[in-house]
Nanobody, 125 residues
Framework: QVHLVESGGGLVQAGDSLRLSCTAS??????MGWFRQVPGKEREFVAATSWGTGNISYGDSVKGRFTISRDNYRDNDKQTIYLQMKSLNPEDTAVYYC????????????????WGQGTQVTVSS
C-alpha cells in the first residue's frame, strides 16, 4: 500500500525559514514534488524533482526562495524529499501536499497519482 507522509509544517513569522519532509513508501516513484493549497483556490505547483536524473522544477512564486531536494538513495524502499523554504511571507500560508508519480515530472495536480494528507504552514506578518 502506498503512503506519502509529510512533516515539518508549523507557525512561523515572516522572514523565517522552514523545512518540510515527505517520505513515500509502498512503491518506487520516479517523480516527487510539492503543491500547496489555500481554501477556495486550486492546488498550486511548488516544486518537483526527478529521482533518476535529479532534474528540478519550481513554481514562479517560489523561485529563489524554496529549494527541493531528495535523499540520494531509497532506504528500505522509502523515498524522502524535502522542501527548504526561506524568506517566508504570509502569502506562503497554505496546506502543503507531497505528490508522486512514475511517469513524468508535471506541474499540474492531475499529473500526479499519489498524494499525502498535507501539512499546514502558517506565516504570520
Amino acid at each position: 500500500q502506498v503512503h506519502l507522509v509529510e512533516s515539518g509544517g508549523g507557525l512561523v513569522q515572516a522572514g523565517d525559514s522552514l523545512r518540510l519532509s515527505c517520505t513515500a513508501s509502498g512503491r518506487a516513484f520516479s517523480f516527487m514534488g510539492w503543491f500547496r493549497q489555500v481554501p477556495g483556490k486550486e492546488r498550486e505547483f511548488v516544486a518537483a524533482t526527478s529521482w533518476g536524473t535529479g532534474n528540478i522544477s519550481y513554481g514562479d512564486s517560489v523561485k529563489g526562495r524554496f529549494t527541493i531536494s531528495r535523499d540520494n538513495y531509497r532506504d528500505n524502499d522509502k523515498q524522502t524529499i524535502y522542501l527548504q523554504m526561506k524568506s517566508l511571507n504570509p502569502e506562503d500560508t497554505a496546506v502543503y501536499y507531497c505528490a508522486a508519480n512514475m511517469w513524468a515530472m508535471g506541474i499540474l495536480e492531475s499529473d500526479y497519482d499519489y498524494w499525502g494528507q498535507g501539512t499546514q504552514v502558517t506565516v504570520s506578518s
